[in-house]
């Protein structure tokens, strides 16, 4: 009987999305097979986590599912931009845009440099994957610092805002941003 709640435990926790918590200049990604649907993003501060923690910014990855099949990942790399700059997944080869499963931001930085790769202040690290995305209905969500930012439900993120320290994305006005896109079925 414990092996049986043990596993089922295990089945459960695999099947629900989580949060990865990370400081300025970290790269996260999210657990194979899954996939980005929402982040966090810090102002001058560690603004953003939960149950008592305070990081730089954060990643929500949810598992694949019918709708949403990640399988094996592909071609992977990662797109970097400066303060305020909207970064987006590429399309591969065949003309496929990739899907977000990892990601790299600064925050509490003075300068125009980034704590991520080569001096860049934010980067999304995107992968051909099973999924097709349907570029024709993707959309950008913004969000100030310190606070989650979803996509709605069934739509996979294929890009990000990121910021050093002020509200530069969205013309200046934001601390975040991600696009949002749902995918072919």
Known sequence: MKIFAAIFSLASAQGSCNWIWGNSGDRLECLPNFYIDGICESGRRDDCGGFGTSVSFGIH??????????????????????????????????????????????????????????????SAYCCDTESVVDDVFCGWLYETYGKNLLCPTNLVATGFCGVNNTGDCQQGTKFAGIKCCPVKA
């Open 61 to 122: 990855c949810c598992p694949a599912s019918r709708a949403i099949p990640i399988g094996e990942v592909a071609n992977c790399g990662w797109q970097s931009g400066a303060t305020g700059k909207d970064v987006s997944c590429p399309a591969n080869k065949e003309g496929k845009t990739q899907l977000a499963i990892g990601r790299c931001s600064t925050s509490a930085r003075n300068d125009s440099k980034g704590a991520c790769q080569d001096g860049d202040v934010h």
